[in-house]
Structures are given as structure tokens and as C-alpha cells.
T-cell receptor, first 116, second 117 residues
Framework: KQEVTQIPAALSVPEGENLVLNCSFT??????LQWFRQDPGKGLTSLLLIQSSQREQTSGRLNASLDKSSGRSTLYIAASQPGDSATYLCAVPSNAGGTSYGKLTFGQGTILTVHP | DTEVTQTPKHLVMGMTNKKSLKCEQHMGHRAMYWYKQKAKKPPELMFV???????INESVPSRFSPECPNSSLLNLHLHALQPEDSALYLC????????????????FGPGTRLTVT
């Protein structure tokens, strides 16, 4: 059974800092890994999807890396801003085929606060 | 357009009421999902529809009844709910090949905040 862990559970940084959020998973046989952002009381916004064949994926100030063999992904946020304050979730899908297709296993999330 | 819409945004219902949540997407996705999210927890999968057929039911109580009338619409019918069912209900969609071999990126709607009194 896939388990996903995110460290740290909460992070508070001053504006302008570069920061790293960590995600680890127990079953390395994944197709991809998705990073989401969630603002309080809102839905999930997909930030990046990194395929198992990729090592990095970039979007603006965000960079996600994936090391399948060690079961780890990191989300790097450059030059953080107060608007980046949110909960960040990583998720991996169940292995292809079978009755569990489409099921995402989520980490518990990292609550990020960027203060001015 | 990567938008998934959900209505209503907020819903308050009594335990004897019947109500429905609605989700819509126009991205041509053939997989649609219902998730339930409690405060400070990650979303939990409830149902998956694949090509308008129910493919996953995560042992959800029968007081929740999903329906997929066409490839763009997903409904969740609610009846005789309990106060512990109060939560944020999220809809998502994704591409899907007919062989269901490759899991694609999931796009989420803004959610419906449900309160059961």
C-alpha cells in the first residue's frame, strides 16, 4: 500500500527566501507525481506534474524534482512571496490498470506561511 | 480552458433533506472524481467515473449517490446525511485512455462547502 509523507508539516519564512518542500513515497513504481496548492477553504490548484521518466519540471518560480529510486520529490520555491502562503500537497496515482485506476494517494500537506 | 466548476459553493441541509451537488467540465475529460475533504486533512477519494461508468466506489455509504449523466457532468445526490458528513466536497477530472493504463493530471474544482445540521 502506497504511503506518502510530507516534511515539514508547517513552515514559516520571511519574504524573499528560497525554500524546499519534501515529499516521500514508499512504493517507487509510480507513473508520475503531482504537486498541488490549496488556499484555505478552496479547491486544489495543480502546480506541476512530473512524469516518472523526468527528473525535473519547472513552472515560473517553482521547480519540482523526482528521484524514483529513493522515493522522493522536492518542490523548490524561489524568492518566496506572501501570496505563496497556502497548503502544498503532493500526490501519487495508484499503479496503472486494475480496480484502483485514478486513485491519488495524498501526503498530509505542508502549510506554508510567507510573512512580509 | 482547464476549469472545473462546482455548484453550489455552500450548502446547508438538515438530516432529512435531499440535495444534489453538481460538477461540470468542458475539457473533454472522460474520468471524473468525487473527493471529500475534512478540515486540515488531505482529500479522500469517494467515487471515480470512467467513460460515464462508475469504476471506483471507496465503500461510501449509500446516503451518497453519484450520477454521471454525460461526459461533462457529474452529480452527487445527498439524502439523510449525518452531521459528520459536513466537509468540503471536491470534484476533479482528467484525461483517460480506454485501456486505463496511464494516470493523467487531475484538475480540481473549487469545491462545495457542505454543512449538515
Amino acid at each position: 500500500k502506497q504511503e506518502v509523507t510530507q516534511i515539514p508539516a508547517a513552515l514559516s519564512v520571511p519574504e524573499g527566501e528560497n525554500l524546499v518542500l519534501n515529499c516521500s513515497f514508499t512504493d517507487s513504481a509510480i507513473y508520475n507525481l503531482q504537486w498541488f496548492r490549496q488556499d484555505p477553504g478552496k479547491g486544489l490548484t495543480s502546480l506541476l506534474l512530473i512524469q516518472s521518466s523526468q527528473r525535473e519540471q519547472t513552472s515560473g518560480r517553482l521547480n519540482a524534482s523526482l528521484d524514483k529510486s529513493s522515493g522522493r520529490s522536492t518542490l523548490y520555491i524561489a524568492a518566496s512571496q506572501p501570496g505563496d502562503s497556502a497548503t502544498y500537497l503532493c500526490a501519487v496515482p495508484s499503479n496503472a490498470g486494475g480496480t484502483s485506476y485514478g486513485k491519488l494517494t495524498f501526503g498530509q500537506g505542508t502549510i506554508l506561511t510567507v510573512h512580509p | 480552458d482547464t476549469e472545473v466548476t462546482q455548484t453550489p459553493k455552500h450548502l446547508v441541509m438538515g438530516m432529512t433533506n435531499k440535495k444534489s451537488l453538481k460538477c461540470e467540465q468542458h475539457m473533454g475529460h472522460r474520468a471524473m472524481y468525487w473527493y471529500k475533504q475534512k478540515a486540515k486533512k488531505p482529500p479522500e477519494l469517494m467515487f471515480v467515473y470512467s467513460y460515464e461508468k462508475l469504476s471506483i466506489n471507496e465503500s461510501v455509504p449509500s446516503r451518497f449517490s453519484p450520477e454521471c449523466p454525460n461526459s461533462s457532468l457529474l452529480n452527487l445526490h445527498l439524502h439523510a446525511l449525518q452531521p459528520e458528513d459536513s466537509a468540503l466536497y471536491l470534484c476533479a477530472s482528467s484525461h483517460q485512455g480506454p485501456e486505463r493504463l496511464v494516470p493523467y493530471e487531475q484538475y480540481f474544482g473549487p469545491g462545495t462547502r457542505l454543512t449538515v445540521t
